[in-house]
């Protein structure tokens, strides 16, 4: 069964960088697109990025394009996601998600990490 194990989360200041990673394990992530989604409070939860596995292809939501970077350690099986910029408005829990399709829509993947939380706040 596939488990992916999010960390890195935690408070930053408007306009600082945080870091988040997922871990992989009981697969190997190069079989597998990784998408990143993250759900505020009473919000729908929105596809952030995606890298796809056949070519590593990436894709970001319009409204982190050139704040987040995905990318992938095949020897850790680790996927990150590098935010920086952070705004209030990026607080929210961030998952990390594993499917066999690259998307941003969550419907298109079948397996979660439990999340980690956050919050951009002065």
């Known amino acids: 069964q596939v488990q992916l194990a999010e960390s890195g989360g935690g408070l930053v200041q408007p306009g600082g960088s945080l870091r988040l990673s997922c871990a992989a394990s009981?697969?190997?992530?190069?079989?597998?697109?990784i998408a990143w989604f993250r759900q505020a409070p009473g919000g729908e939860r929105e596809g952030v990025s995606y890298m796809d596995s056949s070519d590593g292809s990436t894709d970001y939501a319009d409204s982190v394009k050139g704040r987040f970077t995905i990318s992938r350690d095949d020897a850790m099986n680790t996927v990150y996601l590098q935010m920086n910029s952070l705004q209030p408005e990026d607080t929210a829990v961030y998952y990390c998600?594993?499917?066999?399709?690259?998307?941003?829509?969550?419907?298109?993947?079948?397996?979660w990490g439990q999340g980690t939380q956050v919050t951009v706040s002065s």
């Open positions: 998600a594993a499917g066999l399709i690259g998307s941003l829509q969550a419907r298109d993947f079948s397996s």
């Open positions: 009981r697969f190997t992530l190069d079989y597998y697109a």
